[in-house]
């Protein structure tokens, strides 16, 4: 009943701030100077410092770029949501495609997350919506099941939504549940900035564990001390940092990483996109799972490369055995997930 009383109470609030702005034309601008033109609207995008997100949205630009050149692309941040809905809908037309930020954020894990798209879905259901690479965690709570069936009902009504899974549990679970939605069975689209390799000045062994509602270590500690017994060089990282991240500074914030990721001869994470990152940068890694299966179901797309090793957890031996094993390494094998899986999705994703 009290989380009931929330989504009444948050849909009031959401519903007054499309209110607000109705009737200011002066926001309008971004939308208005390309009305000529057709139009991408990318909605949802991340101003938070998870890197992983930074990184979806910076892959995404780059699929805008690479295979989207005669739309003019239009972001909506997160936090810009609720009041450019309303100017969205004063001047979409049929040709334009409104996109929304992928990411594991489908289900009631996320609530904010989930309800923005909600609210995307119901105000511009008309039109053609691509809901980029997800993972879907709806709970058995009374809550999860409320918000699936809700999301069942908008996402059936739509004209056109494209869902895009990022693994299979998530693929078949939107097959299953979202049937008159296209659903297109793809990696998550990180995988989509590997560039050629640099196997110099590999420094030290990285760590890269969570400390959020995600984790599932029981010692985070305990896991740093058995990495740092085995290699006085122990860098502590995360892919969170504590500031606003945005089109002025996203580019070199995912570079930073991507670069800090370089520097490592070895990563041992929990994070899903600590392991994308050590895939394509070619730097072996040592993953765990999360709470959730975006992990394990990720894993899966690079399950035989020979120098990402997924383990049940992270004790002391496992880690010692685990870094041997890929310290000895003499070959590396190339990663293909790009080539493979991540060109040419236009047509993937249906768009003529």
Known sequence: MKDLFKIIKNEIKRWLIVAK????????????AHKNKKRIFYMM??????????????????LFKREFADYDVITTYDEDVYKDIYLIKKCITKDDIVVLHGGGNMGD????????????????????????????????????????????????????????????RTFEFMKVNFPKSRVVFIPDIVFSLATKRNEQNREFIMTCLRSDEESVQTSVGSILNSVAELDSKTFIYDTYVARRIDSSNRQVEVNSIINQFYRAKLVVTDRMHGMVLAAITGTPCIVTKSLDYKIIGTYQWIKDLNYIKLVKKLDGETLRQSIQELESLS???????????LLDLRTKLGVS
Do not use: M, W
């Open 21 to 32: 702005y109705a009737g200011k034309t002066q926001d309008s601008e971004k939308f208005l």
């Open 45 to 62: 995008v991340p101003t938070h410092g998870n890197l992983g997100d930074q990184a979806i949205a910076e892959a995404t630009y780059k």
């Open 109 to 168: 894990l996320y609530k904010t997350a989930e309800q923005q798209r909600q609210c995307i879905v119901r105000n511009l259901f008309e039109y053609k919506i691509i809901i980029l690479t997800q993972t879907t965690n709806y709970s058995d709570s009374k809550y999860g099941e409320f918000l699936l069936k809700r999301t069942q009902k908008l996402f059936n009504k739509c004209k056109d939504l494209t869902l895009c899974a990022r693994e299979n």
């Open 331 to 341: 070959d590396k094998d190339e990663i293909r997930v790009k080539e493979k899986y």
